[in-house]
């Protein structure tokens, strides 16, 4: 299963995954 | 990170605190043999995950149950029944569905790269039923490719049956796992 939570930041390997996290952010903020 | 507020919420306690969103860690220790999801399912806390998981109509016992986030032994004749181990590490995924709030700000068809844990499953029949019914849903938002975009046996390390899936939603798109 996804973990994008593991891939949010650079040094950490990768920040691919933060996509995700984000779109989850809009799409509530967009229902407001 | 993100600009919101965020707080831990310990396993002990009972409500969510007017949460929007609700992230469960993952449990990765002994090579997920020990099934923390099932463990977890004694907390406190988690009648409050299952009341804000069914607001949204579906609910997270129903992610679980479905092709992908359910967990099991490595299937036999998958890669991972072959290396016999979990493997955790860096792979591709292929976004299938961007009308989801997990996906909405990616473009079809395209990353995210992904650190996956992915979980091989054996394929009963109720769950290869349930699986027809969530494929008819649109409720598969990742699948595991490789880095040209295509589904290959070696793009999903860790045996994910079936059909390569890495991410999925419930059907009204509240939860994924």
């Known amino acids: 299963m996804p973990h994008p939570e593991r891939a949010c930041e650079s040094p950490l390997g990768s920040a691919d995954g933060k996509i995700v996290l984000d779109s989850v952010v809009h799409s509530l903020i967009a229902r407001v | ?177």
């Open chain 2, 1 to 177: 990170m993100l600009g919101q507020d965020a707080c831990f919420v310990w396993h002990k306690e009972t409500d969510l605190d007017g949460a929007d969103v609700v992230i469960l860690p993952g449990g990765f220790a002994y090579g997920d043999y020990l099934r923390t999801g099932a463990i977890a399912r004694f907390s406190p806390v988690m009648g409050a995950v299952q009341t804000f998981a069914e607001g949204g109509r579906a609910g997270h016992r129903d992610l679980q149950r479905l092709p992908g986030a359910a967990r099991g032994r490595p299937a036999a004749g998958s890669d991972a029944a072959q290396h016999r181990q979990y493997r955790c590490q860096f792979v591709h995924v292929r976004v299938e569905q961007t009308d989801t709030p997990f996906t909405g700000l990616c473009t079809p068809g395209t990353g995210p790269q992904d650190p996956d844990r992915a979980l091989a499953r054996a394929t009963t029949t109720p769950i290869r039923k349930r699986w027809k019914s969530s494929r008819g849903n649109r409720q598969v938002i990742f699948r595991y490719v490789s880095p040209t975009g295509d589904v290959t046996k070696e793009a999903n390390p860790n045996g994910s049956l079936p059909d390569d899936i890495a991410g999925i939603c419930n059907r009204g798109a509240t939860s994924s796992a």
